[in-house]
């Protein structure tokens, strides 16, 4: 019981909620219902367990994080095409390029459905805030009083 105290009095950061994928408002609730990679698809919240935020802000909100998660896949392209570079330094075989990128795009799609609409969220809707009334964060409550 000392430990749910605790925690309950810890400011909890922007980058753990972000990477916990907690709500942008309260950082307590879940975003997802399930974990990134598994056997089921990732199932999205549609309010926030803890402050009832409603996470869709209106109807295809979330078509904005296809061009997140598309930034995404082109740093990720990139990244693996210099990193095969660097190892084999093979200029002449596109095959190679290719038999190391598309695995890559495929196997972090998951990553990049997860945090493209998590960055959506946290950095680009505008007027949605951390809110420490919400958390539950007394501290921050008796700081702000």
């Known amino acids: ?5 605790e925690n309950n009095n810890r400011k909890t950061s922007q980058f753990y909620a972000l990477v916990h994928s907690k709500c942008p408002r309260c950082r307590r609730g879940d975003v997802f219902q399930n974990s990134m990679y598994g056997f089921k698809s990732q199932k999205m919240n549609d309010n926030c367990p803890h ?3 409603k996470f869709e802000r209106e109807p295809g909100y979330f078509y904005v994080a296809m061009f997140v998660s598309y930034g995404f896949n082109v740093l990720q392209m990139i990244l693996a095409g210099l990193v095969t570079y660097l190892i084999t330094g093979n200029t002449t075989n ?5 038999a190391v990128i598309f695995p ?3 196997i972090l799609s998951p990553f990049n459905y997860r945090y493209s609409r998590l960055i959506l969220l946290y950095y680009l809707t505008p007027g949605l ?6 958390s539950g964060d007394r501290k921050l409550i008796e700081k702000r009083r």
């Open 1 to 5: 019981m000392k430990a749910s105290t």
């Open 51 to 53: 402050c009832n935020l």
């Open 94 to 98: 596109p095959w190679l390029y290719m």
């Open 104 to 106: 890559a795009v495929v």
């Open 129 to 134: 805030n951390y809110v420490p009334e919400m």
